[in-house]
């Protein structure tokens, strides 16, 4: 009878590894999703380190049609695409072609599906789960 093991014990002990697991699992989900698009050290296009200038926002470019935080590299090739979209742009960069202007357009429509996914509700359930104590 000493050999006998208790099944129930078993099962809960099952049960809570099995939550912690879903729990690491969690946190690496929240944790990648906030450190990579909350950063506001960073290029958003092409992740290079940069500096804040003194007065800009975190959160917005300092030139008010760009929506996004860019190096200075990204922000004029995002600038000669938004001139491009409208018939512009500069003529001697003939790199900027239908690959080029797809991959911007792609990039851009990544970004809307990112901010569309931390507004999910279930994002947002996630993001509640961590908030309690």
């Given at each position: 009878?000493?050999?006998?093991?208790?099944?129930?014990?078993k099962?809960?002990?099952?049960?809570?590894?099995?939550?912690?697991?879903?729990?690491?699992?969690?946190?690496?989900?929240?944790r990648?999703?906030?450190?990579?698009?909350?950063?506001?050290?960073?290029?958003e296009?092409?992740?290079?380190?940069?500096?804040?200038?003194?007065?800009?926002?975190?959160?917005?470019?300092?030139?008010?049609?760009?929506?996004?935080?860019?190096?200075?590299?990204?922000?004029?090739?995002y600038?000669?695409?938004?001139?491009?979209?409208?018939?512009?742009?500069?003529?001697?960069?003939?790199?900027?072609?239908?690959?080029?202007?797809?991959?911007?357009?792609?990039?851009?429509?990544?970004?809307?599906?990112?901010?569309?996914?931390?507004?999910?509700?279930?994002?947002?359930r996630?993001?509640?789960?961590?908030?309690?104590?």
């Amino acid at each position: 009878m000493a050999d006998i093991i208790a099944l129930d014990d078993k099962i809960e002990l099952a049960r809570g590894k099995k939550a912690a697991v879903k729990l690491q699992q969690k946190a690496v989900a929240v944790r990648r999703v906030v450190q990579c698009t909350g950063c506001s050290h960073k290029c958003e296009k092409c992740g290079t380190q940069i500096e804040p200038k003194p007065g800009d926002s975190p959160h917005r470019c300092p030139h008010a049609r760009v929506p996004y935080r860019f190096c200075e590299a990204c922000e004029d090739e995002y600038l000669d695409y938004i001139e491009r979209l409208q018939g512009r742009g500069d003529p001697e960069c003939y790199w900027h072609n239908d690959e080029w202007l797809d991959s911007w357009r792609k990039w851009i429509d990544y970004q809307g599906s990112i901010d569309r996914y931390l507004k999910s509700k279930e994002f947002m359930r996630l993001i509640q789960e961590f908030q309690q104590p």
